[in-house]
């Protein structure tokens, strides 16, 4: 398989401050040759002069990161191999830009979970994982990242010791269970800044049989929902109009289709109203095409006028779509000020903005003891919660489990209109509540 046939991978890197992220990728770039010549130059000249290569400021993009040595905003890196191309986000480890982190992971096909080996907690009866690195395993839980790969790293200062190893992969794989990951988990002994099993086998590890990190990349299969096989579902962002007095008066429905095909004489149906009509014509950005599937950008015109707006949504004739104005829902907490059950908010789901509450908290997931705080009165900075919302207006949305692009959503703050939280759409009201 090569790069120009095997599916693009979209992955991210995750876990905890200072667990070696930006370092990991840096290394993975410079040790596959795809760094430009200028970085190439400058990371051989350091290891030419007996210097150890800065690895991790080829993603430190902000000069606040290159003088703090923390990873702030997410740093996307494009680069291919024989193999396959990719993009790596590589995404922040402090417990304060968790947000961040949620943003690179919502679009991942894959992570790499790093984990620290010299920071593990081996005084007990089994070792602890730093707080950090459940919460971001809830989070790829809740997005629902279909492969994740922990590279136990640092493992070199550690003279890489095969029983510290299993014992994280073990404590990992407890983990797992106790937060019900469905990802497919592979496990990997590195050293980041060493290059041990990052692009060749390292002869360190003559315990380990597995692939080295690029290897196990190229390998990954992408499995995220074929959006193209679901039911159309086109959430209306602009109405374009050409001229509004003249007798061949053009009015065209723009948006990105988020599921299904569409194709001209369609007949399809306007939510939350239901009106239905069929599909005139379709154009892309070269064009008129006639018809279009998921993820492409496209104005489409009807064959009758219908009151048709921002936020509404045009569906197949038989979707199965019914707009509702109570969820269950996951919520990840981003602002510093907690969650007030007695304020409305702003919540936005693809193009539709509209004032929710939240009628109650079902639990909080405790990130230190793995369980769930059952009847809190709010969520905190950084927590994970299940939510029951109502909204003001209803939403033509599924269940992220469904389709991540029309079943997440942001709750916004009216008075400062800062982003405090993402959503994840589990449920309606009616139906059984979910598990973290």
């Known amino acids: 398989m090569t790069a120009t046939t095997a599916p693009l991978l979209r992955f991210i890197t995750a876990g905890s401050v200072d667990d070696g992220k930006s370092t990991l990728i840096g290394r993975l770039l410079y040790d596959s040759k795809t760094l430009l010549t200028d970085q190439l130059a400058k990371l051989d000249q350091a290891a ?76 007990g009866a089994e070792p602890v994982l730093l707080p950090q690195t459940k919460r971001h395993s809830a989070i790829l839980k809740l997005l629902g990242c279909p492969s994740i790969i922990v590279a136990v790293n640092k493992l070199d200062l550690l003279d890489f010791d095969e029983n510290k190893y299993q014992a994280i992969t073990r404590a990992y794989q407890k983990l797992a269970g ?27 590890t003559p315990w380990y049989n597995g692939l080295p990190l690029l290897p196990l990349l190229e390998s990954l299969p992408v499995t995220r929902n074929n959006a193209a096989a679901l039911p159309a579902h086109f959430p209306v962002q602009r109405v374009a109009r050409q001229d509004g007095s003249s007798s061949d008066d053009f009015r065209g429905y723009q948006g990105r289709l988020e599921a299904g095909r569409l194709k001209s004489g369609d007949e399809i149906k306007v939510l939350p109203g239901g009106k239905t009509a069929k599909i005139a014509d379709i154009f892309g950005p070269k064009g008129r095409t006639g018809e279009a599937e998921a993820g492409e950008v496209i104005t489409l015109t009807l064959d009758t006028d219908l ?86 207006q209803p939403l033509a949305a599924t269940t992220y489990a469904e389709n991540p692009a029309t079943g997440a959503f942001i709750l916004i703050d009216e008075a400062t209109n800062h982003t405090v939280a993402a959503g994840m759409i589990r449920s309606s009201a009616q139906e059984s509540t979910f598990e973290i």
């Open 307 to 392: 009151d048709i707006s921002r936020g509404n949504s045009i569906v197949a004739a038989n979707s199965p779509i019914e707009p509702q104005q109570s969820f269950q829902a996951a919520l990840c907490w981003f602002d510093e000020t907690p969650l007030n059950l007695r304020r409305k908010y702003l919540l936005k789901q693809g193009t539709q903005t509209t004032a929710a509450r939240i009628s109650e908290i079902a639990y909080v997931w405790d990130v230190h003891t793995l369980s769930r705080v059952q009847s809190a009165g709010e969520l905190k900075l950084n927590d994970i919660g299940s939510v029951s919302l109502k909204t003001q």
């Open 48 to 123: 030419q002069n007996g210097q150890t290569p800065d690895f991790a400021s080829l993603t430190d993009g902000l000069a606040a990161e290159r003088e703090q040595g923390i990873t702030i905003d997410v740093a996307y890196r494009y680069f291919a191999t024989p193999a396959r191309k990719f993009i790596i986000a590589d995404t922040p480890g402090h417990e304060q830009y968790t947000r961040n982190m949620v943003t690179g992971a919502s679009t991942a096909d894959a992570a790499i979970v790093v984990v620290d080996a010299t920071r593990v907690d081996f005084s």
């Open 178 to 204: 106790q937060i019900g990951l469905e990802a497919q988990v592979y496990f990997l002994p590195i050293s980041a800044l060493n290059g041990d099993n990052i692009v060749n086998p390292s002869t360190r």
